[in-house]
């Protein structure tokens, strides 16, 4: 593939994470040449795909990327088809449902509802992460035939979530938040996302219910997806 391609799409990403940064911090982190990736901002900038901040040193994602990412939210069939239901959940148990999509060693959040008095801090939109311990984790190894054991889930487990649709991470730990999510299929069968739900645990509270309404959450988005 070509190296300038690469090394343009490497930039961009790097731009969107950090909303502004300069040239030499993009050296820094990439490693590349400084002329190098001034040409490539330089004809980024020329097609309004990024912009130079008043200062002059950093830059910024454009609107055309911008209109980019919008184009893709108003055609994706995964984020028209899942909104509703993932409000309907935000609103019944008062916690916020995101939607990600597995990439490799990593997931993307593409969409959030969020109950109106969220308790919780949650990804956002558009941010990426490693796959690691969480329930979108375990859904990724177990869906998705990941190469690497993220979670180190035993055979027993494996099964369980893969017969049920359904993964937790935190309920049963030490720690106080906890996270529910069940895979999504589209037509062809194919894993097309994951929506989840974030919390914070109270005591003496009977998780099963919310454990059933993520994966019929899942279920009716699948089903508009035209999976049977």
Do not use: W
């Amino acid at each position: 593939m070509n190296r300038t391609v690469l090394r343009t799409v490497e930039i961009l990403e790097i731009i969107s994470k950090h909303g502004e940064i300069s040239l030499a911090d993009l050296v820094k982190i990439t490693g590349y040449p400084k002329t190098s990736v001034y040409d490539i901002l330089h004809a980024l900038e020329e097609r309004a795909m990024i912009y130079r901040c008043t200062d002059k040193v950093c830059y910024g994602i454009g609107f055309r990327a911008y209109a980019i990412g919008r184009s893709y939210s108003k055609n994706s069939d995964l984020l028209s088809n899942s909104y509703q239901c993932m409000k309907a959940l935000a609103e019944d148990i008062g916690k916020a449902v995101l939607l990600g999509k597995i990439d490799g060693e990593k997931i993307l959040y593409i969409a959030k509802c969020e109950p109106k008095h969220p308790v919780v801090m949650t990804p956002s939109i558009g941010d990426e992460e490693p796959i690691k311990n969480t329930a979108f984790a375990k859904i990724a190894e177990v869906f998705t035939h990941h190469e690497k054991k993220i979670c180190q889930l035993s055979k027993e487990e494996k099964n369980r979530i893969r017969t049920e649709k359904l993964a937790s991470y935190g309920l049963d730990g030490p720690g106080p938040f906890y996270n529910i999510a069940s895979p999504i299929y589209n037509f062809e069968t194919r894993l097309s996302g994951v929506v989840g739900v974030f919390g914070v645990k109270e005591v003496g509270v009977d998780y099963s219910e919310e454990q059933k309404k993520v994966r019929e959450c899942a279920g009716k988005i699948s089903e508009r997806l035209g999976f049977i």
